[in-house]
């Protein structure tokens, strides 16, 4: 049910699983992205994205500055699927749960999307395709395409825990309760901001499609909530 709020942000614990997660009955599937327009997104200020994105033959296109962009509606627990690929050596995300903090920045948990090849942040594993970014690295299931091809990803986030998919496999799993995660989130930058455990909380937020300065390409963007 979507839930008027904030966000909260994962990692996730590694194991290879191929299925869908189940669905209750009156789970149904809902485009986020009808392949004509913009409609149902906004820009970082809330108002309609008119700069740096194209819908060319069906596909969400960053093709210039613009900044992110970021759903009118807000999730909590949902099931996301989406299909992205990225420009050689580029860099985007997506952020779930998302909420603004003090200084008026964006703050949520991040599937990684990123040209592990030639992007200098895949030397670390926490910001590789597919990472819970900063706070939990993908798994050796992770089988990645290369730029100019689709990636297949999905993101659960159910209660306290969140999961991150590529291509078919659960390539990372967290509880955002569990020893893991404390300690993980006290090793990253995050813990240096005061509130940062009251700002990965599970709240209710928006989806971003974030502008990170390279071209990115989504489409079959689609959500679920769950009960």
């Known amino acids: 049910m979507r839930q008027p709020g904030l966000l909260a942000l994962c990692c996730g614990c590694l194991l290879v699983i191929t299925g869908p997660a189940d669905a209750a009955p009156g789970e149904e599937w809902h485009p986020l992205f009808d392949g004509r327009s913009l409609a149902g997104w906004a820009n970082e200020k809330g108002e309609p994205p008119v700069t740096g994105w194209a ?4 596909v969400l296109h960053r093709a210039g500055r613009g900044g992110s962009l970021v759903t009118v509606a807000q999730y909590l627990d949902f099931e996301l699927e989406f299909e992205w690929k990225i420009a050689r ?3 985007s995300g997506v952020k779930y749960r998302l909420h603004r903090t003090d200084n008026e ?4 948990p991040e599937y990684q999307i990123l040209d592990d090849a030639l ?3 895949a030397r ?8 819970l970014y900063l706070l939990k690295e993908p ?6 395409r290369p730029p100019g091809e689709f990636n297949q990803a999905r993101i659960v986030a159910r209660g306290t825990i969140l999961e991150h998919w590529l291509n078919g496999r659960r390539i990372l799993s967290i509880d955002t309760t569990g020893e893991e995660w404390r300690r993980k989130l006290a090793a990253s930058k995050y813990s240096k901001s005061p509130g940062a455990s009251d700002w990965f909380a599970r709240h209710a937020g928006p989806i971003m499609l974030q502008d990170h300065g390279s071209d990115v390409w989504f489409r079959n963007i689609r959500i679920r909530e769950l009960k």
């Not at 819908?55 to 069906?58: D, F, K, P, R």
């Not at 798994?139 to 990645?144: A, Q, R, V």
Request: no cysteine; hydrophobic share 30%.
């Open 55 to 58: 819908v060319e033959n069906g």
């Open 89 to 91: 050596g580029g860099n």
């Open 105 to 108: 920045g964006w703050l949520g």
């Open 119 to 121: 992007h200098r942040d």
């Open 124 to 131: 670390n594993a926490a910001m590789s395709a597919g990472a």
């Open 139 to 144: 798994g050796p299931e992770k089988n990645l």
